[in-house]
């Protein structure tokens, strides 16, 4: 009960949750931000605990003044926070802080694996991957083979297991890794991460899971049982989706498959010596990983969020955005012209709260302009960064426009259809989003052609209004604010 009142208290607790901007009909209303897969609004008690410590700010390689030391206790103290969080009790994980969301991360293990194991020559990727867990892969780690999915488009599934089996035995003895998601970021599906785990250290190859999607929303662990077998070796995840903007990306891997192995990156706070000859790399993990000085107040906030949600519990998080996610799914799924992609049924194909759509017949930039300029919901369109993803999954509509591809402006005439729109929850997502959201395609829906009129797109396939244009700077200006700040404090 006493947990229950936390979750309420906290949902209310992000910045953001009450900004309003003029429409283009002259109404001024508050934001439906439904665009969490992408970044996540800042959970404002974190943001104090970063504040609070800024008041002691100084760098972790210094160390003998008061504040270096509680720079440093802080700085331990987030890493403890990441490990805690995937339950890693022990040593044989470590967390690393690098780069500004799971891309860093997700670029340096695949340097680092591929140098271990050159000799196994072939990475397995699944076809769902976010951009940031395919091309890193393919640019260090030898040949990448993607990993099939379950079920026809456009309602595929999770990853194919049998699939999957029969790739690692296949290729017995080369694979050297398998990337892939905790959850899509355009559908939300969830892979058995687990299971894959045991599939893969039963051919003697690891797995790296980018949690990007799923860390906020739903529990993750590094074993699901408590067995080596079912253990992830690497877990990769962003703050900004983690309701810390600005905060460094983590990852969490096993410790033996860093050691013995020169750090990807060289230069201060890694070190014991060095000499004009050579020097010699600090065995002291995290710091060999951490060249450079790091984002402390980024890191000290992500770990604070990371402590209050535990304290709250993530199974209760996730009953509760899934409560959600199911009235979401359930009103879309009853509109006709709605088709959402991925196999909708959660009782077969579990999912988080993201969910992927078009309307039939409208361009996925107009309905998420329309969206924007009327209704003040905040969605994604687009590819999502996970082209071949979304080109599987529209594969039979986009066959169904038969566009002649040996034209010269087969690009521009497919442009408007190859995408989607994703309405994304995060933990202060309410029913009134949803409600704000399924009112505005309602709307559109009743009135499509003089919504049409209304806009022009551009060879991008965005959509612009052509009476309304919001002048970004009248809303935020940064020296406006500057100047406000000064006058503020005085100054
Ligand atoms: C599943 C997934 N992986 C990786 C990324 C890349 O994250 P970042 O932009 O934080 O590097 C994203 C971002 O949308 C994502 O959704």
Request: proline fraction near 9%; aromatic fraction near 8%.
């Given at each position: 009960m006493q947990n229950l009142t936390l979750l309420d208290r906290l949902r209310k607790d992000f910045t953001g949750l009450d900004t309003r901007y003029h429409l283009a009909d002259g109404r001024e209303t508050h934001r439906y931000y439904l665009d969490s897969a992408a970044s996540t609004l800042t959970l404002n008690c974190a943001r104090q605990v970063a504040d609070e410590f800024l008041q002691h700010y100084a760098n972790t390689h210094s160390q003998a003044h008061f504040s270096a030391r509680i720079a440093n206790r802080a700085y331990d103290w987030a890493h403890q926070q990441a490990l805690n969080f995937v339950g890693s009790?022990?040593?044989?994980?470590?967390?690393?802080?690098?780069?500004?969301?799971?891309?860093?991360?997700?670029n340096r293990l695949a340097r680092l694996l591929a140098a271990r194991r050159p000799e196994r020559d072939i990475t397995l990727v699944s076809l769902m991957e976010h951009h940031a867990n395919d091309l890193p892969h393919r640019r260090h780690a030898g040949q990448v083979i993607h990993i099939p999915l379950m079920g026809k488009a456009p309602a595929l599934g999770a990853i194919d297991l049998a699939a999957l089996e029969g790739l690692l035995e296949h290729y017995r003895d080369r694979v050297n890794y398998i990337a892939l998601s905790a959850a899509s970021n355009v559908t939300g599906i969830v892979n058995p991460i687990h299971e894959i785990a045991a599939l893969a250290h039963a051919h003697n190859t690891w797995i790296i899971v980018d949690a990007s999607q799923s860390i906020a929303h739903a529990p993750l662990k590094l074993t699901d049982n408590g067995t080596v077998e079912r253990e992830l070796d690497v877990v990769a995840f962003s703050g900004h989706k983690l309701y810390t903007p600005g905060s460094p990306g983590v990852m969490v891997v096993r410790r033996d498959l860093l050691e013995d192995q020169e750090p990807d990156e060289l230069g201060g706070g890694m070190v014991d010596d060095v000499s004009l000859s050579g020097y010699q790399v600090s065995q002291h993990f995290?710091?060999?990983?951490?060249?450079?000085?790091?984002?402390?107040?980024?890191?000290v906030q992500l770990g604070a969020v990371l402590n209050v949600l535990q304290r709250i519990g993530m199974q209760r998080i996730h009953a509760s955005e899934q409560r959600l996610l199911r009235r979401?799914?359930?009103?879309?799924?009853?509109?006709?012209?709605?088709?959402?992609?991925?196999?909708?049924?959660?009782?077969?194909?579990?999912?988080?709260?993201?969910?992927?759509?078009?309307?039939?017949?409208?361009?996925?930039?107009?309905?998420?302009?329309?969206?924007?300029?009327?209704?003040?919901?905040?969605?994604?369109?687009?590819?999502?960064?996970?082209?071949?993803?979304?080109?599987?999954?529209?594969?039979?509509e986009l066959w169904e426009l038969d566009i002649d591809f040996d034209t010269d402006n087969?690009?521009?005439?497919?442009?408007?259809?190859?995408g989607m729109v994703r309405a994304s929850l995060g933990l202060y997502s309410t029913d009134d989003d949803i409600k704000a959201l399924l009112n505005g395609i309602d709307d559109l829906l009743a009135k499509p052609d003089h919504y049409r009129i209304q806009y022009q797109a551009d060879r991008d396939g965005n959509f612009h209004h052509r009476n309304f244009a919001v002048s970004t700077e009248t809303l935020f200006n940064p020296e406006t604010a500057l100047d406000r700040a000064l006058a503020h404090s005085g100054i």
């Open positions: 009790h022990h040593a044989k994980y470590i967390a690393c802080f690098a780069g500004s969301g799971s891309t860093a991360p997700l995290p710091d060999r990983e951490e060249a450079g000085t790091p984002n402390i107040p980024g890191a979401l799914l359930a009103e879309l799924s009853a509109i006709p012209q709605v088709r959402i992609y991925g196999d909708p049924d959660l009782e077969r194909t579990p999912r988080l709260g993201v969910v992927s759509f078009n309307l039939a017949g409208l361009e996925h930039g107009l309905v998420a302009a329309v969206l924007n300029d009327y209704h003040n919901v905040a969605v994604r369109n687009g590819c999502f960064c996970a082209h071949p993803y979304v080109r599987e999954l529209l594969k039979p087969a690009e521009a005439l497919i442009k408007p259809w190859q």
